[in-house]
């Protein structure tokens, strides 16, 4: 709204700060920090009356989670809130990538709040069919996919103009790039904090790399594909990110609420759209690598236990195992941030090694 306030005084004045995107993304995040941070107290507080026990916790997982019984979930409709705010204050509505982004963000939340509804409701760990799930993110998908695709080339880092031409095939990928990451960050939020901090990470890794496809002279320069006006998609970046740090105010141990699938299939779901939209698929798989690994886990666990009866893993996904082996949350948790820094750091590197 505040974009368009300024087209209309032609930015002139403090109205010219608006045309800048780093002072929207700027701006976005404190607007998602702040928003966050202040509906947080009274909507963990109606979550909780509403809920009354809270998120099912799993039996057969490590007993020191018994003592998380009565946390309310579907702390992720707070990420949402705030992002949506953020996003309606500062960014360009007539951007094609904002609304694919939103389309995922709000639809892939909404799948999340059916299944945590259900979970709620029931005291069940099974929520919405896992298939009647997955076609409808794939659909919810499609349609993003469908309003920011220019391009069916796979464009592969490290390399400059090197792509691999994938034809019609390339919106099936794209959309297996959306669903699988919004999947992901879903397997890895089982610990206080655990699934935010790489978001937020990944978040500002692909603020970066979503302004500089953005720029011409800056995608010239370091051999990556120039996508115009992918810079909005900075902003929106920025607004995760606050909307996150918020979240993280109240999700750090001992969490006093959690994401739940609402927040975690919104989140993943928005950083894979934004990987598309800026032709940075394989990147993402590095920067959210902390998020493959946590699936991959679970994928691998599963076969090998049908096919041979014995587990590769103590317990899936893998946060879980090194739980098993003695190793505290905490201790989980922040190691599991440091190499989230670290895959962020490769992500960014491939930008200059072309």
């Known amino acids: 709204m505040l974009y368009i306030f300024a087209q209309w005084l032609h930015f002139e004045g403090l109205a010219n700060l608006i045309r800048y995107q780093s002072f929207r993304s700027g701006a976005a995040l404190l607007t998602a920090l702040a928003t966050g941070l202040l509906i947080g107290p009274r909507f963990i507080t109606m ?3 509403r809920q009354g026990k809270g998120q099912p916790i799993r039996a057969d997982g490590p007993q020191t989670h018994l003592a998380k019984r009565g946390t309310p979930t579907m702390g992720g409709l707070m990420i949402v809130i705030a992002l949506s705010v953020a996003l309606l204050a500062w960014m360009d509505l007539g951007s094609r990538y904002v609304w694919a982004c939103l389309v995922v963000t709000l639809g892939f939340g909404l799948i999340g709040f059916l299944d945590d509804y259900d979970k709620v409701t029931k005291q069940a760990h099974k929520g919405v069919s896992a298939r009647l799930r997955l076609l409808a993110e794939f659909i919810v998908a499609g349609i993003a996919v469908a309003l920011v695709t220019d ?5 592969v ?15 099936l990928f794209a959309a297996f790039v959306i669903v699988g990451a919004g ?12 699934a935010i901090m790489p978001v937020i990470i990944a978040a500002g890794t692909f603020a970066i790399i979503a302004y500089l496809a953005g720029r011409a002279d800056y995608a010239h320069y370091l051999g990556i594909p120039h996508v115009p006006r992918a810079g909005e998609l900075a902003i929106f970046c920025a607004a995760v990110m ?3 740090l918020a979240f993280l105010w109240f999700n750090a141990p001992p969490a006093a609420v959690f994401m739940g699938d609402t927040g975690s299939l919104a989140l993943g779901g928005t950083l894979g759209v934004i990987a598309v939209s800026v032709h940075h698929e394989i990147v993402l798989a590095i920067v959210g690598g902390l998020f493959v ?3 991959v886990s679970v994928i691998v666990q599963v076969l090998v236990y049908k096919r041979t009866g014995k587990r590769v893993f103590r317990m899936a996904p893998i946060h879980h195992h090194f739980e098993q082996l003695g190793w505290h ?8 941030w440091i190499v989230s820094i670290v895959l962020a750091l490769l992500g ?3 930008l200059k090694l072309r």
């Open 329 to 336: 949350e905490s201790t989980v948790v922040i190691r599991f």
């Open 47 to 49: 979550l909780r009356m």
């Open 293 to 295: 690994m946590e699936a």
């Open 242 to 244: 606050g909307a996150g």
């Open 348 to 350: 960014l590197a491939t």
């Open 157 to 171: 880092p490290v390399f400059s103009n090197l792509y691999v031409p994938m034809g019609p095939v390339y919106y």
């Open 151 to 155: 391009g069916t080339n796979l464009y």
């Open 183 to 194: 999947n992901a960050v879903n397997l890895t939020d089982g610990l206080d904090g655990l």
